[in-house]
C-alpha cells in the first residue's frame, strides 16, 4: 500500500444511459450510486474514503453546504423520467456533492468521480464543467456501449475533448453481454468480433501509442451489471472487468510511485544544494571576528542589489508579456465573435431547428431548441478560435521560458559570488575564539538548520520537510526545469462557457407576432428571422462583455512565473537572514567553532547522502537515467 496525502483521482465519463454509475458501483462493490436507463447523476459527485457514510452537497450561490444521506442524495438529486421544461435547470445551484464511504479501495487517497452524462441538456453547461475537471484527474473511464452503435456526438467528445490533449484514457465497452441478448441468426463469435473490429477503428487513434499492446491495456469488454450477478450466481461472465481493476491497480501504483519519487528526488536535490551553499558560507565565517564579519556582510552588499535586480527584472518582463498577450488573446476574441454576425445567417443555417406549427407551445419548444443550437455553433466556433489562439500563448511561454533560463542561471551564479566572498583570505589559526561555549546553532529563527531533529531523517519525506521548513523559504524549486513546460495549454478551457449563456434566453413576442401577421407561412418566417436577430444581437454582448473575463483567465496562466519571483526574493531574505542571525550571535556569545564546523559538515553529509538514496530509488523504480 501507498499512503500520504497525495490523491489519485479516477473520472467517469461518458454519454448518460452507459452505465457509468453501474460502472463505479462495480469498481466499488458496493451500491453507492443510482442506476437507472434516464439520466442519473444531475451533478458532478465525488467518492471519497470517509469514516461515515454521508454525502456532502456544496452549492455556488453562496449558500452553506448540507449534509444529508446516500438514500436521500439518490432520491433528490437524480433527474426523473417525467423531467419536464420546468425542472431541467433545478440543480443549477449546487457545485458538486461529495460521498464519503468507508471502503478500502478509496483508503489510500484514490477519488472516483462521477459526472453528469454528456450532453443531457447542452444549455445547462455541464460539459463545459467536467471538461474543465478533467485537467484535475490522474486517470479517466470512458465509458461506451457495445450496442447500439455509438452516437456522432460521442465521437465529436473524443475529438474535441479528449484527443492530443495527453491523457491517460481507460476506454470500457460496456454492455459487452447485450451483444448475444440481440442476436437473431448471428453467430456470436463473428458479432463479437465485428463489433471488436469497430471499436478498435475508431478507439486507436485516440490511445497514446497505437498498437495492440496499448489497445490492449486500455480498451476493455466489460458488463459491468455482472459484477453484482455473480454475487449470486458465480457462472456469470465477468467479461474483461477482472484485467481492467488489474491495469487500473497497477497504473495508479506506477504512477503515485513514479509521481511521489519524482518529487522527493526534486526537493531532497534542491534542499542539498541550498544547505551545500548554507555551510560553505557558514563555515569559513565560524572564525571571522565581529569586525571582520562586519565586513565581508557589507562587501556582499553590491551582490545582494544585483539579486534584486535579476528578481526585479524578471518581474518588470512577466508583467509585460503577460498584459501584452492576455491583451492580444482578449482583443482576438471580440474581434473574432464580431466578426462572425457578418457570417451568421450562412454558417447557423445548419444548426437552425424546425418550428414545426403555430402554437404558442410550438414557439415555445423552438426556443428552447434555438437556445441549444446557438450554444453548439458558438462551442464550434470558439473551439476553432482557441486553437487558432494556442499559438499565441505558447510563443510568449517559449519566450518567458528562454528568459526563465537566463534569470535563474545569473541568479544562481550570484549566489555563489556571495559564498564565494566568505570562504577567500580566511585566517586558519584558532587563536583568540573560545572553545568551551555551546554548540547552539548559528542560524536562528526562521532559518535555523540546527532545529532539525536528526533522529528523525530515517525517511526521505520527513527529512524534506524538515529541512524545508527550516530554511524559511529559501527552498527554491526555479533551480532546475523550465516553467511552461508543465502547462497544459487550452484557450478554450479559458472560457465559462456557463457564464457567456448565463441568464440568456430569446424573447418570445408570441402574441405580436400570431397577431400581427397575415399568413401561416409569413409568421413562422418572420418570427424565425426575430428569433436570429435576438442571437446576432446575442453574439455582440458575448463580445463585449466576455473580453474582462478573457483577459484575466489568460493573465492567470503567468502566476507560475512570478511564483518564480516571489521565491526569489524569500531566498534574498533568507540569504541576508542568515548573515545577520550570525552576526547577532557573534555579538552576544561565543561560539565553539570546531563542534559548530563539525556539525554543520555532518549534516551536509547527511542530506547529500538521503538525496542520493533517493536518486538510486528512483532510478530503481522508475528505470529514469538521471
Not at 241 to 266: D, H, I, M, V, W
Not at 442 to 461: E, H, K, P
Not at 488 to 506: C, E, H, N, R
Request: aromatic share 10%; proline share 3%; charged share 25%.
Amino acid at each position: 500500500k501507498l499512503s500520504g496525502v497525495l490523491k489519485f483521482k479516477i473520472l467517469v465519463l461518458g454519454e448518460f444511459s452507459r452505465g457509468k454509475s453501474t460502472v463505479i458501483n462495480a469498481l466499488l462493490r458496493e451500491k453507492i450510486l443510482p442506476r437507472k436507463s434516464n439520466p442519473c447523476t444531475a451533478i458532478l459527485t465525488f467518492v471519497r474514503y470517509g469514516q461515515s457514510k454521508q454525502v456532502t452537497i456544496n452549492y455556488n450561490d453562496g449558500k452553506l453546504p448540507d449534509k444529508i444521506s446516500i438514500d436521500d442524495f439518490n432520491t433528490k438529486y437524480t433527474i426523473p423520467d417525467d423531467t419536464n421544461p420546468e425542472q431541467k435547470n433545478i440543480f443549477l445551484n449546487v457545485d458538486n456533492a461529495v460521498i464519503e464511504y468507508p471502503l478500502e479501495i478509496l483508503k489510500d487517497g484514490v477519488e472516483i468521480v462521477d459526472s453528469p452524462g454528456l450532453n443531457e441538456d447542452p444549455t445547462e453547461g455541464r460539459d463545459e464543467i467536467v471538461f474543465t475537471y478533467i485537467k484535475e484527474c490522474s486517470a479517466i473511464l470512458f465509458v461506451l456501449a457495445a450496442t447500439p452503435a455509438w452516437k456522432q456526438k460521442e465521437r465529436n467528445y473524443l475529438e474535441n475533448k479528449i484527443k492530443g490533449k495527453g491523457l491517460p484514457v481507460f476506454f470500457l465497452i460496456n454492455f459487452w453481454d447485450s451483444i448475444e441478448k440481440n442476436l437473431l441468426d448471428e453467430d456470436l463469435a463473428k458479432e463479437e468480433e465485428r463489433i471488436r473490429e469497430r471499436c478498435r477503428g475508431i478507439l486507436s487513434e485516440y490511445l497514446t501509442n497505437q498498437d495492440d499492446v496499448q489497445y490492449k491495456n486500455r480498451v476493455f469488454e466489460i458488463s459491468a451489471l455482472n459484477i453484482f450477478q455473480a454475487q449470486k450466481n458465480p457462472n456469470v461472465n465477468l467479461y474483461e472487468f477482472p484485467r481492467l481493476e488489474k491495469e487500473l491497480g497497477e497504473f495508479l501504483t506506477n504512477e503515485r510511485l513514479s509521481y511521489e519519487l519524482g518529487q522527493a528526488l526534486n526537493i531532497a536535490q534542491t534542499v542539498d544544494k541550498k544547505i551545500q551553499e548554507i555551510v560553505e558560507r557558514i563555515i569559513p565565517s565560524l572564525k571571522d571576528t565581529v569586525e571582520q564579519l562586519q565586513k565581508n556582510i557589507s562587501s556582499v552588499q553590491p551582490l545582494f542589489t544585483k539579486l534584486e535586480n535579476i528578481r526585479d527584472s524578471f518581474r518588470q518582463n512577466i508583467n509585460q508579456e503577460k498584459q501584452r498577450c492576455a491583451t492580444k488573446v482578449a482583443d482576438s476574441f471580440k474581434s473574432y465573435i464580431h466578426s462572425l454576425e457578418d457570417t451568421f445567417y450562412l454558417d447557423f443555417s445548419s444548426y437552425q431547428p424546425t418550428l414545426q406549427g403555430v402554437s404558442e407551445s410550438d414557439a415555445e419548444k423552438f426556443c428552447e431548441e434555438a437556445n441549444s443550437a446557438f450554444r453548439r455553433y458558438l462551442e464550434t466556433k470558439i473551439a476553432t478560435w482557441s486553437r487558432n489562439e494556442d499559438s499565441t500563448i505558447k510563443k510568449s511561454f517559449q519566450d518567458l521560458d528562454r528568459q526563465y533560463l537566463y534569470y535563474v542561471v545569473s541568479y544562481s551564479e550570484t549566489t555563489q559570488e556571495i559564498t564565494m566572498e566568505f570562504k577567500k583570505d580566511k585566517d586558519t589559526s584558532k587563536a583568540n575564539l573560545n572553545k568551551s561555549g555551546d554548540s547552539s546553532s548559528l542560524l536562528s529563527g526562521n532559518t535555523s538548520v540546527g532545529s532539525i531533529d536528526q533522529s528523525n531523517i530515517s525517511q526521505v519525506g520527513a527529512v524534506s520537510n524538515a529541512v524545508v521548513g527550516a530554511l524559511g523559504g529559501s527552498y527554491l524549486g526555479f533551480f532546475g526545469g523550465g516553467v511552461a513546460v508543465a502547462f497544459a495549454i487550452d484557450v478554450m478551457g479559458m472560457i465559462t462557457l456557463p457564464i457567456l449563456f448565463s441568464g440568456f434566453g430569446i424573447p418570445i413576442a408570441i402574441g405580436i407576432i400570431w397577431g400581427a401577421i397575415a399568413g401561416w407561412q409569413n409568421a413562422k418566417e418572420t418570427f424565425i428571422a426575430n428569433v436570429n436577430s435576438t442571437l446576432i444581437k446575442k453574439l455582440s454582448e458575448i463580445a463585449d462583455t466576455q473580453y474582462d473575463l478573457i483577459y484575466s483567465s489568460v493573465g492567470k496562466k503567468f502566476d507560475p512565473y512570478l511564483e518564480v519571483v516571489d521565491k526569489m526574493n524569500n531566498d534574498i531574505c533568507s540569504q541576508r537572514q542568515q548573515l545577520n542571525s550570525l552576526l547577532e550571535q557573534k555579538k552576544t556569545k561565543e561560539i565553539d567553532v570546531d563542534n559548530e564546523e563539525k556539525r554543520l559538515n555532518q549534516l551536509r553529509q547527511e542530506i547529500t547522502q538521503l538525496s542520493q538514496q533517493v536518486k538510486a530509488s528512483y532510478q530503481k523504480y522508475t528505470g529514469k537515467s538521471i
